[in-house]
């Protein structure tokens, strides 16, 4: 039977049926691209994770070592302290903001699904008309 032989009804259930399984395909994209995009974020966490860790670490060994070794050269212990305090404090925030950077929203959008469904919803429109 010829597309021209067909009825309305049959051509409209086709044409429903068609929309239907793409939609589908589009659904099984959408979850393999927001996978993806869990992956970037799960490596972004551990980004955030392990720069937590040093900088938890980092304030316990340099505060008194550097402290230390500041009231050695003759700077008063509450000022060595308050100078280690904010060098140690300016690294951590560079290594969380780092972090952060990879965990923007924008870098979680299923970018190539919504392009995708663009394109359909204008393929689909030409086909109703």
Do not use: C, H
């Amino acid at each position: 039977m010829s597309d021209t032989n067909r009825s309305l009804p049959e051509l409209f259930g086709n044409l429903v049926n068609q929309l239907s399984t793409l939609f589908r395909k589009e659904v099984q994209l959408a979850r393999a691209e927001m996978g993806e995009k869990v992956g970037q974020a799960t490596g972004s966490i551990g980004y955030l994770a392990v720069g937590g860790v040093l900088l938890l670490a980092a304030l316990i060994i340099l505060l008194e070592a550097l402290v230390a070794f500041l009231a050695y050269l003759g700077v008063p212990v509450p000022w060595a302290r308050l100078i280690v305090g904010i060098v140690l404090a300016l690294v951590g925030y560079g290594l969380v903001r780092s972090g952060m950077s990879g965990l923007k929203t924008s870098n979680l959008v299923p970018n190539r699904t919504v392009e995708q469904l663009s394109r359909d919803a204008a393929v689909a429109k030409e086909q109703v008309q």
